[in-house]
């Protein structure tokens, strides 16, 4: 994906995120982190210090445009920057030419690589949500059904953003 392309893709989702914050409310058991696909797009070669950085600025980004508890989003993309590089590592196919980036993984490769990352962040995010006082079968619900929707979003969005003449 070209840097442009890439840019867009971003803006397109921060504000997509914001307006789903500000003006939509789901559910009490949902929680949808649409810009967790820019952590999950950023290139292999990055390591954890600019995937944690670029993971605080986007969340921090989310929580002044959104109408949450401040520092939330930004802590679990900041968890989920922490370990992208070691969870990509331990997903992506063997090939080396399909190592260079997450639009030659395929997405079989791409849902394994972004189901362990999507669990990261939705598990910093309720716990400190929940800060403890809520009933941990309630959280576990909001974990289990936002699990599921995240990852669908996540391959779902995989799919609009690839190259097209790399799918065939």
């Not at 993971?55 to 679990?76: E, R, S, W």
């Not at 809520?134 to 190259?163: E, K, Q």
């Amino acid at each position: 994906m070209s840097a442009a392309r890439h840019t867009i893709l971003a803006l397109l989702l921060i504000l997509a995120q914001g307006a789903l914050d500000n003006y939509i409310n789901l559910s009490v058991y949902l929680d949808i982190f649409l810009c967790l696909f820019i952590v999950l797009a950023l290139p292999p070669k990055w390591g954890s210090i600019p995937s944690m950085t670029a993971g605080f600025v986007l969340g921090l980004a989310v929580d002044i445009l959104g109408n949450g508890i401040p520092g939330m989003n930004a802590a679990a993309m900041t968890a989920a920057g922490v370990c992208r590089k070691g969870i990509f590592e331990l997903t992506a196919p063997k090939e080396k030419e399909k190592r260079e980036g997450i639009d030659t993984m395929g997405l079989r490769n791409f849902v394994l690589y972004s189901m362990p990352l999507v669990l990261i962040c939705l598990t910093v995010y309720i716990l400190l949500d929940s800060s403890g006082f809520r009933p941990a079968g309630l959280c576990l619900a909001r974990l289990g059904i936002s699990f599921v929707v995240n990852t669908l979003l996540m391959a779902i969005l995989y799919m609009i953003s690839i190259d097209h003449n790399r799918r065939r």
